[in-house]
């Protein structure tokens, strides 16, 4: 193990087996693996953690994939954020010094809901500009697949970062958790767009899904860098009631946790200066779950400010955690011995390596 961690840091282009074995290490092996993830975290991020306020904005979605409990078909009432929600969300963000929100929510690709989006934006901006954040909050958007036009105007309103998961690299494997109208190349287009707008650009994948092997994860890995993807947020798979997934077999719950760890842990080895997030998904297979994210590479935490009447909808999956809000986050993640980066953006610092075209510290340009 140690022996491959060495290997990891001078090489440029890990293999898959690497990949997979690393993925694969468990108890001192994982230890081994943990403590590497958080050395390269530290020397090309720092420790710090930054902390988004997240605004599910809607759970209205247009698409029905197979996994997701808001997915279009799913019997769950519909809700939509209004502005003043949003508002007061974002004076609770401003004033607990949060530098970003990310306002997430189903697909609508309706230019009615984009300009519902781009006026928050541009208020949001307006309302919290301050002389420590002279241009408002920081705003990460992930609202799905949209079109050129959407994404510049949501560019255009403010917004400087899009979170679009792929799901998994694996066509087939997307095609076996979605309907046939969506395909894993409409998400890579996406993607594209994404960033030739200029938005600082994330992507993700769930763990532990039927059918995944570690080569697939491997290289969902591999696929992150070669994107130059600047954020990564993924998190286990957990079935859904009223999904056409509700029954598929999974791995044991502490199995597909370790998976989830293990999955941020190589992600930051091998994509080194990206953000990485700790999400919902690993609270709901561990009390400690978001935590442990941090200690296993994650540099990124959304605390939900989603209004609780509504938040109680954004069902994306059974025992989803409502009690991942804002009290106690800065307390708990200082119990771990990290620093809480307040009043700060807290960019990916990979957005600025692309920019400048060095692709990463040690990444040549592909
Ligand atoms: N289990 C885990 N993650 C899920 N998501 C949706 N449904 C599930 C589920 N059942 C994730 C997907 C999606 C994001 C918004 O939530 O990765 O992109």
């Not at 809607?58 to 029905?64: A, E, L």
């Not at 003043?84 to 010094?97: I, T, W």
């Not at 919290?128 to 920081?138: E, K, N, Q, V, Y």
Request: aromatic share 6%; charged share 20%; glycine share 8%.
């Amino acid at each position: 193990m140690k022996t491959l961690l060495d290997a990891l840091h001078t090489t440029d282009s890990p293999s898959v087996p690497q990949l997979v074995r690393l993925l694969a290490a468990r108890n001192d092996d994982g230890n081994m693996l943990r403590d590497a993830a958080i050395a390269c975290m530290t020397r090309h991020v720092g420790d710090t953690v930054f902390l988004r306020g997240l605004v599910e904005v809607s759970n209205r979605c247009v698409q029905n994939c197979h996994y997701c409990g808001i997915r279009a078909d799913a019997p769950v009432s519909r809700y939509r954020v209004t502005e003043d929600e949003l508002m007061q969300a974002a004076h609770q963000c401003n004033r607990l010094g949060y530098g970003s929100m990310v306002l997430q929510s189903g697909e609508m690709p309706s230019d009615g809901y984009v300009d519902f989006i781009c006026r928050a934006v541009e208020k949001i901006k307006k309302s919290t500009a301050s002389d420590i954040l002279p241009s408002g909050l920081g705003i990460t958007l992930s609202l799905g697949v949209l079109s050129q036009p959407q994404y510049q105007r949501l560019f255009d309103a403010g917004a400087h970062r899009y979170l679009l998961r792929i799901e998994t690299s694996d066509a087939r494997l997307f095609a076996s958790l979605h309907p046939k109208a969506q395909s894993l190349s409409a998400r890579l287009e996406a993607l594209e767009r994404l960033q030739s707008v200029g938005f600082q650009t994330g992507t993700g994948v769930m763990t532990g899904l039927p059918g995944q092997t570690l080569e697939m994860l491997a290289n969902d890995i591999l696929t992150f860098r070669k994107l130059n993807i600047d954020m990564v947020g993924m998190g286990p798979f957990l079935p859904s009631d009223n999904t056409p997934m509700a029954n598929a077999r999974v791995l044991p719950a502490m199995e597909r946790f370790q998976l989830g760890l293990n999955m941020i842990a190589v992600t930051r080895l091998v994509c080194r200066d990206i953000n990485i997030a700790s999400t919902t998904a690993l609270e709901a297979l561990h009390p400690q779950g978001r935590l442990l994210g941090l200690q296993w590479g994650a540099n990124v935490a959304m605390p939900s400010f989603t209004p609780e009447k509504k938040r109680i909808f954004y069902t994306l999956y059974n025992d989803k955690p409502m009690s991942a809000t804002v009290d106690g986050v800065v307390a708990a993640i200082e119990t771990i011995g990290r620093k809480v980066g307040l009043n700060a953006y807290g960019d990916p610092r990979h957005f600025f390596s692309r920019l400048n075209g060095t692709g990463g510290e040690k990444w040549g340009t592909e």
